[in-house]
């Protein structure tokens, strides 16, 4: 028992000492700005990722839809930045000077309602959480509560994920459309497209990354992540027992949707414009994709999944660039068929046993085998 | 001549047979024979790049930033053998001040953040000293700020909806009003329009196309609009704006859809009995590679109105047509957008000769008032607003997927991005 009641066991701990050694000291050392920049925008992902091993892989619900959640987070952001850029100096061109440039290219002639309050930037931090959240809970509760679960919520969850494409394209007018919402300059009068913001921005990633890490083991080690798991393995006997099953879905879709929302802003930030292509289906699975890469159990592994997919397709790409989508599909179908539960479990199975011994002494890792259980995120067999 | 005869030496013990060696000798005076340009009067590195671009005594570096994969990959090939066949012929001329030309490719995967990265990559990591690429606005929106933050040039082949003017970027292809002005007015006087139905895909590029066009009916031309109508891209069930159509009897068609959805448009078109020889349709979205997938016998009889056909008859377009077809393959076809990309490469040579610098702040300031005289589509010429002044054609589409052209204008017709009066 005493081993649950810590945050981090003393692996977790040293995998927690080594991603920071990683992303706070090997990266920023090693890489100049440009590729930094790349791997913040990697770091993006990860918080999908994050979210999506509490959701699918804790609590068992696999959510095609992780872009809306993505997109509404990035979206927020993107329309307060957009507001900033658009002042009436910077826009006296636009036969509407002062409002953003794609409203004027669709012949609007003043700021739709709905953009009015994202003029303030705490206005905005709030909706980055709330929007995304209320529209979780608003999914989450008209699904779970009629007990849809499994494969048709997943249908449904990337059907929203096509219908906000579709919403966000065919009003371009007020959002930009296809385009998206591009040229994001400041924030508050801050040059965010410097090299010296970008490697501050960075920083303030990996900050909030950590944080999400945090607050993903705290729900994991809580009696709520045991519920989660207890009820991936076996919802009805949860339900039998006394629990609102609905309830604890419900949650588990609300938090990974709004970690992959803060992703989102993040996103905006780095790369400094939002489009409809990270909203739609593609990006929904590909961030799947990263998750079941990394192992879908840990939350370190998903981290170091989006990484490395990431690095992938860019390599590839820039190699290769008329053959790597062949190359990035056969990555992830020998990943799918020869390591199942990601490259968490290849560690887990592989190289943690040989490290143990040496970290820990031989009867500390032997007793701490011995004490593995189906809660610590091993699927159960 | 005597440091080439130096490289045998490294081989040292591997000396090649002597009968390796002696065929290599005889083909040293015919090094001597190939053409030998300007390498010596090459100005020194150090004065014509001051700005740390990839330019060395030898080469220089540029970048070539389409999609090969994706849904617009179809549409971005054409414009990558363009660009790749101008920088083969440059090469073959001595490069661009004695300097060759290497190019870097990167795919941007039919997605616009993808754009964006590669764009940076181009101009942080490989300092090219110019890109050619984009293709749809999207990716076009997604890579301006990046080019105008680290100072890149980029020669952006596409016809688009105008609105745009960056000290960073050349516009090779029309900007709205060049492909729409004239040939409305050609088939209001021609064909006698009263009445005209505007169609399109459901972006920006066609949205502020008939903008333009319904300002000009209704302002210029004091004739109809009696319908428009938007599909969402890849949409492919037009049979309703079909019923439509025949209902109200427009003298004109006017499309402006892109992509996939353009097969399934002019197909049910035929289907529903509208033929093309009758009723006057005219388009700005279909070229010569978009008739590949149509079918010509879909869509024979549909008027175009562009600035380039592959049938165009000057000795340019010949030489350039016979040129394409030999690197890539007798099949290739040729479409508008295609022979805007391959004006990007030369255009960038010319300005760079004219300004005898490759950086970016000079090369801006001289290109207004770059021609080429050797374009297929006949002499162009830049514009102070960076766009080209170029000539507007009607084309009729043939069933064999060409065009005969039958109309030009009799003059360069002047680029204007922000029209006065059609906003």
Same mark, same amino acid.
């Given at each position: 028992?005493?081993?649950? #009641?810590?945050?981090?066991?003393?692996?977790?701990?040293?995998?927690?000492?080594?991603?920071?050694?990683?992303?706070?000291?090997?990266?920023?050392?090693?890489?100049?700005?440009?590729?930094?920049?790349?791997?913040?925008?990697?770091?993006?992902?990860?918080?999908?990722?994050?979210?999506?091993?509490?959701?699918?892989?804790?609590?068992?619900?696999?959510?095609?839809?992780?872009?809306?959640?993505?997109?509404?987070?990035?979206?927020?952001?993107?329309?307060?930045?957009?507001?900033?850029?658009?002042?009436?100096?910077?826009?006296?061109?636009?036969?509407?000077?002062?409002?953003?440039?794609?409203?004027?290219?669709?012949?609007?002639?003043?700021?739709?309602?709905?953009?009015?309050?994202?003029?303030?930037?705490?206005?905005?931090?709030?909706?980055?959480?709330?929007?995304?959240?209320?529209?979780?809970?608003?999914? /989450?509760?008209?699904?779970?509560?009629?007990? %849809?679960?499994?494969?048709?919520?997943?249908?449904?969850?990337?059907?929203?994920?096509?219908?906000?494409?579709?919403? @966000?394209?065919?009003?371009?007018?007020?959002?930009?459309?296809?385009?998206?919402?591009? +040229?994001?300059?400041?924030?508050?009068?801050?040059?965010? *497209?410097?090299?010296?913001?970008?490697?501050?921005?960075?920083?303030?990633?990996?900050?909030?990354?950590?944080?999400?890490?945090?607050?993903?083991?705290?729900? *994991?080690?809580?009696?709520?992540?045991?519920?989660?798991?207890?009820?991936?393995?076996? =919802?009805?006997?949860? *339900?039998?027992?006394?629990?609102?099953?609905?309830?604890?879905?419900?949650?588990?879709?609300?938090?990974?949707?709004?970690?992959?929302?803060?992703?989102?802003?993040?996103?905006?930030?780095?790369?400094?414009?939002?489009?409809?292509?990270?909203?739609?289906?593609?990006?929904? @699975?590909?961030?799947?994709?990263?998750?079941?890469?990394?192992?879908?159990?840990?939350?370190?592994?998903?981290?170091?999944?989006?990484? !490395?997919?990431?690095?992938?397709?860019?390599?590839?790409?820039?190699?290769?660039?008329?053959?790597?989508?062949?190359?990035?599909?056969?990555?992830?179908?020998?990943?799918?068929?020869?390591?199942?539960?990601?490259?968490?479990?290849?560690?887990?199975?592989?190289?943690?046993?040989?490290?143990?011994?040496?970290?820990?002494?031989?009867?500390?890792?032997?007793?701490?085998?011995?004490?593995?259980?189906?809660?610590?995120?091993?699927?159960?067999? | 001549?005597?440091?080439?005869?130096?490289?045998?030496?490294?081989?040292?013990?591997?000396?090649?047979?002597?009968?390796?060696?002696? #065929?290599?000798?005889?083909?040293?005076?015919?090094?001597?024979?190939?053409?030998?340009?300007?390498?010596?009067?090459?100005?020194?590195?150090?004065?014509?790049?001051?700005?740390?671009?990839?330019?060395?005594?030898?080469?220089?570096?540029?970048?070539?930033?389409?999609?090969?994969?994706?849904?617009?990959?179809?549409?971005?090939?054409?414009? %990558?053998?363009?660009?790749?066949?101008?920088?083969?012929? !440059?090469?073959?001329?001595?490069?661009?001040?004695?300097?060759?030309?290497?190019?870097?490719?990167?795919?941007?995967?039919?997605?616009?953040?993808?754009?964006?990265?590669?764009?940076?990559?181009?101009?942080?990591?490989?300092?090219?000293?110019?890109?050619?690429?984009?293709?749809?606005?999207?990716?076009?929106?997604?890579?301006?700020?990046?080019?105008?933050?680290?100072?890149?040039?980029?020669?952006?082949?596409?016809?688009?909806?105008?609105?745009?003017?960056?000290?960073?970027?050349?516009?090779?292809?029309?900007?709205?009003?060049?492909?729409?002005?004239?040939?409305?007015?050609?088939?209001?006087?021609?064909?006698?329009?009263?009445?005209?139905?505007?169609?399109?895909?459901?972006? !920006?590029?066609?949205?502020?196309?008939?903008?333009?066009?319904?300002?000009?009916?209704?302002?210029?031309?004091?004739?109809?609009?009696?319908?428009?109508?938007?599909?969402?891209? /890849?949409?492919?069930?037009?049979?309703?704006?079909?019923?439509?159509?025949?209902?109200?009897?427009?003298? %004109?068609?006017?499309?402006?859809?892109?992509?996939?959805?353009?097969?399934?448009?002019?197909?049910?078109?035929? #289907?529903?009995?509208? +033929?093309?020889?009758?009723?006057?349709?005219?388009?700005?979205?279909?070229?010569?590679?978009?008739?590949?997938? @149509?079918?010509?016998?879909?869509?024979?009889?549909?008027?175009?109105?562009?600035?380039?056909?592959?049938?165009?008859?000057?000795?340019?377009?010949?030489?350039?047509?016979?040129?394409?077809?030999?690197?890539?393959?007798?099949?290739?076809?040729?479409?508008?957008?295609?022979?805007?990309?391959?004006?990007?490469?030369?255009?960038?040579?010319?300005?760079?000769?004219?300004?005898?610098?490759?950086?970016?702040?000079?090369?801006?300031?001289?290109?207004?008032?770059? =021609?080429?005289?050797?374009?297929? =589509?006949?002499?162009?010429?830049?514009? =102070?607003?960076?766009?080209?002044?170029?000539?507007?054609?009607?084309?009729?589409?043939?069933?064999?997927?060409?065009?005969?052209?039958?109309?030009?204008?009799?003059?360069?017709?002047?680029?204007?991005?922000?029209?006065?009066?059609?906003?």
């Amino acid at each position: 028992m005493n081993e649950n #009641a810590r945050l981090f066991d003393r692996s977790e701990l040293m995998a927690l000492a080594a991603l920071a050694l990683l992303l706070l000291v090997i990266l920023p050392l090693g890489l100049d700005v440009f590729r930094l920049n790349l791997v913040a925008k990697y770091l993006t992902y990860a918080f999908v990722a994050i979210g999506l091993v509490l959701c699918w892989g804790c609590g068992g619900i696999l959510s095609l839809g992780q872009g809306v959640f993505f997109g509404l987070g990035g979206y927020c952001m993107a329309m307060f930045l957009k507001l900033e850029a658009s002042s009436v100096a910077n826009t006296k061109i636009q036969s509407t000077p002062g409002i953003p440039d794609f409203m004027d290219w669709n012949q609007l002639t003043q700021l739709p309602f709905f953009w009015q309050p994202f003029h303030s930037l705490t206005f905005t931090i709030v909706a980055i959480f709330a929007v995304p959240a209320i529209f979780a809970f608003i999914v /989450g509760a008209a699904l779970f509560k009629r007990q %849809v679960g499994g494969v048709y919520f997943a249908i449904i969850t990337q059907a929203i994920a096509a219908i906000l494409t579709i919403l @966000i394209v065919g009003q371009q007018g007020y959002t930009g459309g296809i385009n998206g919402i591009t +040229d994001l300059r400041t924030l508050k009068g801050w040059d965010i *497209r410097t090299d010296q913001a970008k490697f501050i921005l960075y920083f303030v990633e990996v900050a909030f990354l950590f944080a999400t890490v945090v607050a993903a083991q705290f729900v *994991r080690r809580s009696k709520l992540g045991r519920i989660l798991v207890a009820m991936r393995e076996k =919802e009805d006997r949860v *339900r039998f027992s006394g629990y609102s099953v609905a309830n604890f879905k419900i949650f588990a879709f609300c938090i990974a949707a709004v970690f992959a929302a803060v992703g989102g802003a993040l996103f905006t930030l780095e790369v400094g414009f939002m489009s409809p292509s990270f909203v739609g289906i593609v990006p929904s @699975i590909e961030m799947v994709i990263y998750t079941a890469v990394g192992g879908r159990l840990s939350i370190f592994g998903a981290i170091y999944g989006t990484l !490395i997919v990431n690095f992938a397709k860019t390599s590839f790409s820039e190699s290769f660039p008329q053959l790597w989508l062949f190359g990035l599909g056969a990555l992830f179908i020998a990943v799918v068929l020869a390591f199942p539960n990601g490259l968490a479990g290849l560690w887990r199975d592989y190289v943690q046993p040989r490290l143990d011994p040496l970290l820990l002494g031989r009867s500390a890792a032997a007793a701490k085998w011995a004490g593995r259980s189906v809660a610590d995120g091993a699927a159960a067999e | 001549m005597s440091d080439r005869n130096d490289s045998y030496k490294p081989w040292g013990p591997l000396a090649p047979s002597r009968r390796k060696l002696l #065929a290599g000798m005889a083909a040293l005076p015919a090094l001597s024979m190939l053409p030998r340009p300007s390498f010596a009067a090459a100005p020194p590195t150090s004065v014509v790049n001051t700005t740390g671009l990839a330019v060395t005594d030898s080469e220089v570096t540029v970048g070539i930033l389409h999609s090969v994969t994706g849904t617009m990959a179809i549409s971005e090939t054409g414009s %990558v053998e363009a660009e790749k066949l101008a920088i083969e012929q !440059i090469n073959a001329e001595g490069g661009v001040l004695g300097r060759k030309i290497k190019f870097i490719q990167e795919d941007g995967a039919s997605d616009w953040p993808t754009f964006a990265e590669k764009a940076k990559k181009l101009l942080v990591n490989d300092k090219c000293a110019a890109v050619m690429g984009c293709w749809t606005s999207a990716s076009r929106k997604a890579v301006l700020p990046v080019f105008e933050q680290y100072n890149g040039m980029l020669y952006y082949p596409t016809f688009y909806e105008g609105l745009e003017q960056s000290k960073n970027v050349i516009y090779t292809g029309q900007e709205a009003t060049q492909q729409i002005i004239a040939g409305l007015d050609w088939v209001s006087k021609e064909k006698g329009a009263k009445t005209f139905y505007l169609l399109g895909s459901d972006y !920006i590029w066609p949205r502020t196309s008939n903008k333009i066009a319904r300002k000009h009916i209704e302002n210029h031309l004091k004739t109809k609009v009696v319908g428009e109508e938007y599909f969402p891209l /890849g949409h492919t069930q037009f049979n309703s704006v079909i019923n439509k159509i025949k209902l109200t009897k427009p003298d %004109v068609i006017y499309a402006i859809i892109v992509g996939g959805s353009n097969v399934a448009f002019y197909k049910q078109l035929k #289907a529903a009995g509208i +033929d093309l020889s009758k009723q006057t349709l005219l388009t700005i979205s279909v070229t010569e590679d978009e008739i590949d997938g @149509i079918g010509g016998e879909n869509i024979a009889g549909a008027y175009a109105c562009m600035k380039y056909f592959q049938s165009l008859d000057n000795p340019n377009n010949k030489a350039f047509v016979a040129a394409f077809k030999k690197m890539w393959g007798e099949k290739t076809v040729i479409g508008d957008v295609t022979q805007a990309a391959y004006l990007g490469p030369w255009l960038w040579k010319l300005t760079v000769e004219k300004a005898n610098s490759f950086d970016i702040d000079k090369i801006a300031a001289a290109s207004p008032g770059v =021609e080429f005289k050797g374009a297929p =589509e006949g002499y162009v010429r830049i514009h =102070e607003n960076h766009h080209l002044w170029s000539k507007t054609r009607v084309g009729r589409a043939r069933p064999d997927g060409q065009y005969d052209v039958i109309y030009e204008t009799k003059d360069l017709v002047e680029p204007d991005p922000f029209p006065k009066g059609y906003q």
